[in-house]
């Protein structure tokens, strides 16, 4: 059975989600996973998203965003210096980006998908080394190549699935997650759709649909025991796509955007924390490379993107809390135990405080 999403418990959220509520809805976009648990430490993976799918190779525009560095983003230098995403992205653990970059480039060289004669992977990581152990290096170049191979448009999992496998998000289990917005007709019907994996957050600091749910949850949180330790350590990749022809500075403008989703669930950025976004637009096809030696391209004018920044913020936010939500309870490394965000009790604070209610009459 499909494992329920964050309104299927009636959990209110803005704007309206494209069909699938996933990055998937923007036409094109493929996403794969290779998930790692075994043993009692392996719980890692790899997610790939093909930004045009794995079998087209034409670059996108794209710009990206460190709201806490922290963390890393490989081949971001070039993503800033040109403008262009030159090929999949991939999201892994830590330890595990460089492996993951090297098989890219193989993965690329034997499909013969370089676009200059040299390629710069876009890698990006959070740590997973309290459920896994990163220094026993699980991920290997074959599932890389399993997780290009694989990806597939339409409906994606969620929760403890590739890269998100051992994630943690608010001293819950945490992981992958995704969720999309569509715009009006009349603002154009562009669609915006978000990948997370979460690794961030302490218990006390969760809010969902604007309720303190952190506040009421306070049993299991692992580190904390649901007080406010005044730090924070963790971790969250963002990545947003859009079909709206969009430049790359508009791009850079939009990964800024997720930032605050992530505060719209509570997260505060700590000094320990690496929340990277990168946003990419699939409008312009073939520009990287243009017939003749001027490239012909659409853009929108500044003054009428505000609601794809508004979309961007509100998917971010929901891709956040479905991958809650979807993950599940997970003992790893060292037996510790992380729980999954309780359902039922969820459900009993949002009815509470007049959450529920509200989603339910909309």
Not at 29 to 34: F, S
Not at 110 to 131: I, K, N, R, Y
Not at 264 to 271: D, F, H, Q, S
């Amino acid at each position: 059975m499909p494992k329920p999403r964050a309104r299927d418990l009636g959990i209110p959220f803005e704007g309206q989600p494209a069909p699938l509520n996933a990055i998937t809805d923007v036409e094109g976009i493929e996403v794969g996973y290779t998930t790692l648990i075994g043993g009692e430490s392996m719980r890692t993976g790899v997610t790939i998203i093909h930004p045009r799918g794995k079998h087209n190779h034409d670059p996108v525009f794209a710009g990206w965003f460190p709201l806490n560095g922290n963390g890393e983003l490989t081949g971001a230098a070039w993503i800033e210096e040109g403008g262009f995403l030159e090929g999949p992205i991939a999201i892994t653990n830590t330890h595990s980006v460089g492996v993951v970059r090297d098989a890219i480039i193989a993965w690329q060289v034997q499909h013969q998908a370089l676009f200059q004669l040299w390629s710069c992977p876009v890698v990006a990581e959070t740590a997973d080394g309290w459920l896994n152990d990163m220094n026993a290096f699980y991920v290997r170049p074959e599932h890389v190549w399993a997780a290009l191979d694989n990806a597939q448009a339409g409906a994606i999992a969620e929760g403890n699935v590739g890269g998100g496998a051992g994630m943690l998000c608010y001293e819950f289990k945490g992981g992958t997650g995704t969720a999309s917005r569509q715009l009006p007709e009349k603002l154009g019907g562009y669609k915006v759709g978000v990948l997370v994996q979460t690794n961030f957050g302490r218990r006390f600091q969760l809010s969902i649909a604007g309720a303190p749910v952190g506040q009421h949850l306070r049993e299991g949180a692992v580190f904390t025991s649901g007080e406010n330790p005044f730090r924070e350590q963790g971790s969250l990749i963002v990545i947003i796509a859009t079909d709206a022809p969009l430049l790359p500075y508009q791009l850079k403008r939009l990964a800024k955007r997720a930032a605050l989703g992530m505060a719209r669930t509570g997260g505060l950025a700590g000094n320990g924390s690496g929340d990277i976004f990168l946003a990419f637009s699939t409008a312009n096809p073939g520009v990287a490379r243009p017939a003749g030696e001027v490239a012909n391209l659409q853009a929108l004018p500044n003054d009428r993107i505000d609601p794809l920044l508004w979309a961007a913020a509100y998917a971010t936010e929901e891709a956040i809390v479905n991958a809650m939500v979807a993950a599940e309870s997970m003992t790893g490394r060292d037996g510790l135990s992380v729980p999954a965000i309780p359902h039922d009790a969820l459900v009993a604070i949002l009815q509470r405080y007049n959450r529920l209610e509200q989603a339910r009459a909309r």
